[in-house]
């Protein structure tokens, strides 16, 4: 089984998904397939950000610019949220006073704010 899927697998994939929407999706920029032999295929996680395309155009009745502006604010939240697991996993490797330490300095910078 292959690890991509075609234009039309795809839309088979995500119920709300119209070619006319993907191909609009495409030539926004905020799906970018890949290029295989066989033309444009499509991993997992651009059919999970198709679903979610679908789901903010109809609820929000959201135009591909701020779909653009608002996939890019999600992916921006992905790499902080990858960079923290990395953080808090280097943490746990420090000794207590040191884990004590980070732990008040995010409980006062979380009261501030």
Known sequence: MSDYLSED???????????????????????????TEDGPAYRKIDIMRMELLCELS??????????????????QLHGVRAELRTVLEAVETEQPEVRDRI???????????
């Open 9 to 35: 697998q795809a839309i088979a994939s995500v119920a709300r998904l119209t070619r006319v929407q993907l191909v609009s999706f495409v030539e926004a920029e905020i799906i970018v397939p890949v290029l």
């Open 58 to 75: 109809e609820q929000f009745d959201l135009q591909e610019d701020a779909l653009g502006v608002v996939m890019s604010l999600v992916d």
């Open 103 to 113: 732990a008040e300095l995010l409980y006062k910078a979380r009261s501030i704010g």
